[in-house]
């Protein structure tokens, strides 16, 4: 195994003489280009929010807060910075956590009567450790998910198939799904992390397998549609993929293409294994039905945007349908709790999936 690469720097709060401000890498621009996004204020925050400049639901979860705490920093109305950015996209809930978050200590810290600089150390310190929390999440997710594939295939190297993107750039760690597959790659035993693209913004091309080349895994990407004769082919041994919220049934909502990898999973009796921490549980959701899943712009599918113009967020790419064709593109689908094996989170796994081991293992990490 080579040397680790350096961490990647995803997100930072910078202090410039002008100000506070929001540093992103910015994700659209991946895997061309490494370019830092700079964002002054939160209407910017937003915009690569929407633009998937900054993505993955731990880590909206992260800029939600920093959002709140730029806008407490800046002296912008507070209470209006966390309705647009818990408003920027619907389906990920940790983005409206690390809102509410950050938001309710700066509320807190100024109903004690702290001064207005005061108040937004408090929520920047609240975000700050939001952000340490969800680094110390990754590294329990990726310990009890190792040990959990130890369990179900013993003594074996795996050849893990993945989609979307779950690594360090969506966390203030290592990632969720891909996490696991980095320990598992550590430990010497990935014999072949199979990486979808992830139509329609290649999430899994442009962002996992950057993440992958740059750990010095062994890799493939194929297409969507190749996962079905991979499974065939019996050269998946299991599925990892992350989450954006689990409803309390036990329900996940990801990336779109997570449901039908769980149908293939089924069929061909092969563990599917959601990874995600417990800030992706909305207990307050009953049941995968009510999930609001986001709608995104048929450019994104009409048109092939190249990562290097930068406008994954749909727009200026190369047109592959006709003129006006009517799209359909859901960002996201849900995966009923039958399909999946077991969900892994911080706090351990559970396997079977039932809302009631969910409800416990929140109730568990609420203590804590
Ligand atoms: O639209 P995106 O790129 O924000 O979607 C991200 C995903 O679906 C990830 O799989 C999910 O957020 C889990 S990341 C730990």
């Known amino acids: 195994m080579g040397e680790e690469p350096p961490a990647l720097s995803v997100l930072r709060w910078d202090e410039l003489p002008e100000g506070p401000v929001l540093v992103l890498l910015d994700q659209t621009r991946l895997p061309a280009e490494e370019v830092e996004l700079v964002c002054t204020d939160v209407p910017a925050l937003v915009r690569a929010i929407r633009t998937l400049a900054v993505r993955g639901a731990p880590l909206l979860g992260i800029?939600?807060?920093y959002g709140v705490a730029l806008a407490a920093a800046r002296g912008y109305d507070v209470a209006e910075a966390a309705g647009l950015l818990e408003r920027a996209r619907p389906t990920a809930v940790n983005l409206g956590y690390g809102v509410r978050r950050v938001a309710t200590a700066y509320w807190a810290?100024?109903?004690?009567?702290?001064e207005a600089a005061e108040a937004a150390a408090v929520a920047l310190a609240e975000a700050q450790e939001l952000h340490r929390e969800d680094a110390r999440a990754s590294a329990r997710m990726a310990e009890h998910g190792t040990a959990l594939l130890e369990e179900l295939l013993p003594g074996r190297g795996y050849q893990l198939l993945t989609h979307c993107n779950t690594g360090a750039l969506v966390s203030g760690g290592?990632?969720?799904?891909?996490?696991?597959?980095?320990?598992?790659?550590?430990?010497?035993?990935?014999?072949r992390l199979w990486v979808d693209e992830t139509r329609p913004l290649l999430q899994g091309a442009r962002l996992t397998a950057y993440e992958a080349a740059r750990g010095g895994m062994a890799y493939s990407l194929l297409t969507d549609s190749?996962?079905?004769?991979?499974?065939?082919?019996?050269?998946?041994?299991?599925?990892?993929?992350?989450?954006?919220?689990?409803?309390?049934?036990?329900?996940?909502?990801?990336?779109?293409?997570?449901?039908?990898?769980?149908?293939?999973?089924?069929?061909?009796?092969?563990?599917?294994i959601v990874v995600a921490p417990t800030t992706t549980v909305d207990m307050e959701t009953a049941e995968g039905t009510s999930i609001v899943v986001e709608q995104r712009s048929g450019q994104e599918v009409t048109e092939v945007t190249s990562p290097r113009s930068g406008s994954t967020g749909g727009g200026g790419g190369m047109v592959v349908a006709p003129l006006g064709a009517p799209v359909y593109n859901p960002a996201f689908d849900v995966t009923p709790p039958e399909l999946i094996t077991a969900i892994v989170t911080e706090e351990g796994v559970i396997s079977p999936v039932t809302g009631v081991g969910l409800a416990e293992l929140c109730a568990r990490s609420s203590q804590v």
Do not use: C, M, W
């Open 109 to 114: 810290a100024a109903r004690k009567g702290a």
């Open 63 to 65: 800029a939600g807060g």
């Open 174 to 191: 290592e990632g969720t799904a891909f996490a696991v597959a980095l320990r598992v790659h550590r430990q010497g035993r990935l014999r």
């Open 226 to 272: 190749a996962a079905g004769s991979l499974f065939a082919a019996g050269d998946v041994d299991a599925v990892l993929i992350g989450a954006d919220r689990i409803a309390a049934d036990g329900s996940v909502a990801n990336k779109v293409g997570s449901y039908p990898l769980a149908v293939l999973a089924k069929y061909h009796h092969v563990p599917f």
